[in-house]
């Protein structure tokens, strides 16, 4: 198998972390390698700010929000540092951080596909409550991408 192109759902897990560490161990000698950080986040909406004490404690709230999300940028970065230190070209690793438009498994999927990715690497974990309104990222990753390896990090 010709591995040339790697996805990474990146969402700042321990699991994540290991993600890192396998691909680096991996695939970091592999010259043609590309490695993709891919986020999705939840983007903060444009909301008229008049003075009234409510729309005051809303725009500390967004800020905050603001704040959170270029908390996450950085540490997508850091995350593409950690790939760079275990072996892979600065021009191998990119990083995705966009806003969510559609769920998330929805944005992986045709992430992977429009790009033609022949690995993805992706965790299972979630929480109990959220498998049971939305189903998992992963079961949705998994049952819909074809002819293309998934490696499980557990």
């Known amino acids: 198998m010709d591995i040339k192109r790697i996805l990474i759902p990146y969402n700042f897990t321990n699991l994540d972390k290991k993600a890192l560490a396998f691909v680096s161990q991996s695939f970091s000698h592999i010259r043609e390698a590309e490695v993709v950080l891919f986020n999705v986040y939840t983007p ?15 725009h500390e709230n967004l800020n905050y929000l603001k ?14 540092e ?3 230190s275990g072996g892979f070209s600065k ?21 992977a596909i429009d790009e033609k990715h022949d690995v993805i690497i992706i965790n299972r974990k979630s ?19 074809k002819d293309m390896t998934i490696c499980v990090v557990s």
């Open 44 to 58: 903060i909406p444009d909301i008229s700010m008049t003075a009234s004490p409510v729309m005051k404690k809303m």
């Open 127 to 145: 929480g109990r409550v959220g498998r049971f309104f939305t189903g998992s990222v992963f079961n949705k990753v998994i049952t819909s991408l």
């Open 91 to 111: 021009n191998s690793v990119r990083i995705v951080f966009k806003p969510k438009k559609m769920d998330i498994a929805r944005h992986i999927i045709e992430t």
């Open 67 to 80: 704040k959170l999300i270029a908390e996450q940028e950085d540490a997508l970065k850091k995350a593409k």
């Open 82 to 84: 950690t790939l760079l």
